[in-house]
Nanobody, 123 residues
Framework: QVQLVESGGGLVQAGDSLRLACAAS????????MGWFRQAPGKEREFVAAIRRSGDNTSYADSVKGRFTISRDNAKNTVYLQMNSLKPEDTAVYFCAAKLDNYYRDLAVWTYWGQGTQVTVSS
């Protein structure tokens, strides 16, 4: 069982930066691929970024590529999402997720989810 707790959300202006963090419980954090997803009002939850267990491989949605960076610290059981050059369309609840072994963009294969943290970007 893995419990995930996100933090770092807030209200910012367009062009600002935020760093989200997701702290995971358990002693086997390094066995899990980690991902970030988001859900805007009235829209389906969508893939944002994912990182391999060792941190040596990452994947991003086209909409955030070049602006967001996912990273992890296995010693701290934490995954991060650095968000730069934020846009109003980035406004959403951001969720982190975990799954054993490899990552995929398909939401359905992710096993554990956090409760989410709100990010609001004003224009």
């Amino acid at each position: 069982q893995v419990q995930l707790v996100e933090s770092g959300g807030g209200l910012v202006q367009a062009g600002d930066s935020l760093r989200l963090a997701c702290a995971a419980s358990g002693r086997t954090f390094s066995s899990y691929a980690m991902g970030w997803f988001r859900q805007a009002p009235g829209k389906e939850r969508e893939f944002v970024a994912a990182i391999r267990r060792s941190g040596d491989n990452t994947s991003y949605a086209d909409s955030v590529k070049g602006r967001f960076t996912i990273s992890r610290d296995n010693a701290k059981n934490t995954v991060y999402l650095q968000m730069n050059s934020l846009k109003p369309e980035d406004t959403a609840v951001y969720f982190c997720a975990a799954k054993l072994d490899n990552y995929y963009r398909d939401l359905a294969v992710w096993t554990y989810w956090g409760q989410g943290t709100q990010v609001t970007v004003s224009s």
